[in-house]
Antibody
Framework: EVQLVESGGGLVQPGGSLRLSCAASGFTVSSNYMSWVRQAPGKGLEWVSVIYSGGSTYYADSVKGRFTISRDNSKNTLYLQMNSLRAEDTAVYYC????????????WGQGTLVTVSS | NFMLTQPHSVSESPGKTVTISCTGSSGSIASNYVQWYQQRPGSAPTTVIYEDNQRPSGVPDRFSGSIDSSSNSASLTISGLKTEDEADYYCQSYDSSNRGVFGGGTKLTVL
């Protein structure tokens, strides 16, 4: 079964850091374009970042310079390093698909909650 | 900045057909793939349509996606509506810098 499982969320103070992980099974992270999407409480979906199979990365303006997307091929895991966190970063963060024309389906993770508050 | 606009809400009766639109703000919506995601309350989103009109295994063929270049819009059509289809639906595509863009979401009520 293809599955993505996020972890690493929690409560952090403004200005703090957190690293989210997305562990894949039945699915090869390095062979796919992988992204992070977030959803603030009661709000819609917001795209955050993507890493291509070739390693190129792109970020939303709201997180550029503060967040870094990466992966560990040996662990088949996607990461999101979040620094200089702000209250407005509070959201559920999902490991999400990025469809680019491969014709292949990719799953969503179940999400991990990040709360930025003092 | 490229934006996608969806109706805030739509409603229809069981057994009927509903279409949810997603209009691009600029450029050609046909230039990049459009996806549709379903999100039920308290759950993670799931993909119902990807790459304009591809349906994942397990998604009923009652769900279909299309692109209309003349109106610069994409549409999700759900036929034979069931109460279980009640959810929020989001369209998603990309801007010219390869960044993802989501529509604001449409709440579908089946009553």
């Amino acid at each position: 079964e293809v599955q993505l499982v996020e972890s690493g969320g929690g409560l952090v103070q403004p200005g703090g850091s957190l690293r989210l992980s997305c562990a894949a099974s039945g699915f090869t992270v390095s062979s796919n374009y992988m992204s992070w999407v977030r959803q603030a409480p009661g709000k819609g979906l917001e795209w955050v970042s993507v890493i291509y199979s070739g390693g190129s990365t792109y970020y939303a303006d709201s997180v550029k310079g503060r967040f870094t997307i990466s992966r560990d091929n040996s662990k088949n895991t996607l990461y999101l390093q979040m620094n200089s966190l702000r209250a407005e970063d509070t959201a559920v963060y999902y490991c999400a698909p990025y469809y680019y024309g491969s014709g292949s389906y990719s799953p969503w993770g179940q999400g991990t909650l990040v709360t930025v508050s003092s | 900045n490229f934006m996608l606009t969806q109706p805030h809400s739509v409603s229809e009766s069981p057994g009927k057909t509903v279409t949810i639109s997603c209009t691009g703000s600029s450029g050609s919506i046909a230039s990049n793939y459009v996806q549709w995601y379903q999100q039920r309350p308290g759950s993670a989103p799931t993909t119902v349509i990807y790459e304009d009109n591809q349906r994942p295994s397990g998604v009923p063929d009652r769900f279909s996606g299309s692109i209309d270049s003349s109106s610069n819009s994409a549409s999700l059509t759900i036929s034979g509506l069931k109460t279980e289809d009640e959810a929020d639906y989001y369209c998603q595509s990309y801007d010219s810098s390869n960044r993802g863009v989501f529509g604001g979401g449409t709440k579908l009520t089946v009553l």
